[in-house]
T-cell receptor
Framework: EAQVTQNPRYLITVTGKKLTVTCSQNMNHEYMSWYRQDPGLGLRQIYYSMNVEVTDKGDVPEGYKVSRKEKRNFPLILESPSPNQTSLYFC????????????FGPGTRLTVT | AQSVTQPDIHITVSEGASLELRCNYSYGATPYLFWYVQSPGQGLQLLLKYFSGDTLVQGIKGFEAEFKRSQSSFNLRKPSVHWSDAAEYFCAVGAGGNKLVFGAGTILRVKS
């Protein structure tokens, strides 16, 4: 089944403890992206990647890192999480090189205390 | 910069009634337009897309949307709503910059 998977689905952590949220897609898509979703704000892009070893900032990149060493994987790293990063995170991939038709993972709900 | 406005935060309709969710975008050229649906606890699912051609596009689950260039709109419609349509709906525009820009979403409630 063609899909985007994320792990973990739920995570509660403490301020300053480094964490990684994994994202993997099995559709051979070039483009992958991370979003956060907050009430009333819709989805805001954190980072995106148009190909292996190519990443770029989205609208809200502060406090996050990403890497794209393999085509299928695009992990999101929070090196020192803070409470304002409590949010619902979505990974997405796209067959379009520009990322315009995106397919989303199930989401990761992160709470930072 | 491109932007998307969904004027209605919440909409309530009766089961079996028709539905129209509004979406306005800001972009100088013809954008690529999308509607996504998010059921509670789920990720976003693509309902339909407009790239070019016929301005009335059909999607999954009986939804359709019409692109109106003169009004910069891409409203989503369904002739008869089912209780399972209750969800949050997002309009998005792909208009350069290698990304989608999303509206803030409209929550649809369905009355039985």
């Amino acid at each position: 089944e063609a899909q985007v998977t994320q792990n973990p689905r739920y995570l509660i952590t403490v301020t300053g403890k480094k964490l990684t949220v994994t994202c993997s897609q099995n559709m051979n898509h070039e483009y992958m992206s991370w979003y956060r979703q907050d009430p009333g704000l819709g989805l805001r892009q954190i980072y995106y990647s148009m190909n292996v070893e190519v990443t770029d900032k989205g609208d809200v990149p502060e406090g996050y890192k990403v890497s794209r060493k393999e085509k299928r994987n695009f992990p999101l790293i929070l090196e020192s999480p803070s409470p304002n990063q409590t949010s619902l995170y979505f990974c997405a991939s796209s067959p379009s090189g520009q990322g315009w038709e995106q397919y989303f993972g199930p989401g990761t709900r992160l709470t930072v205390t | 910069a491109q932007s998307v406005t969904q004027p209605d935060i919440h909409i309530t309709v009766s089961e079996g009634a028709s539905l129209e969710l509004r979406c306005n975008y800001s972009y100088g050229a013809t954008p690529y337009l999308f509607w996504y649906v998010q059921s509670p606890g789920q990720g976003l699912q693509l309902l339909l897309k407009y790239f070019s051609g016929d301005t009335l596009v059909q999607g999954i689950k009986g939804f359709e949307a019409e692109f109106k260039r003169s009004q910069s709109s891409f409203n989503l419609r369904k002739p008869s709503v089912h209780w399972s349509d209750a969800a949050e709906y997002f309009c998005a525009v792909g208009a350069g910059g290698n990304k989608l820009v999303f509206g803030a979403g409209t929550i649809l409630r369905v009355k039985s």
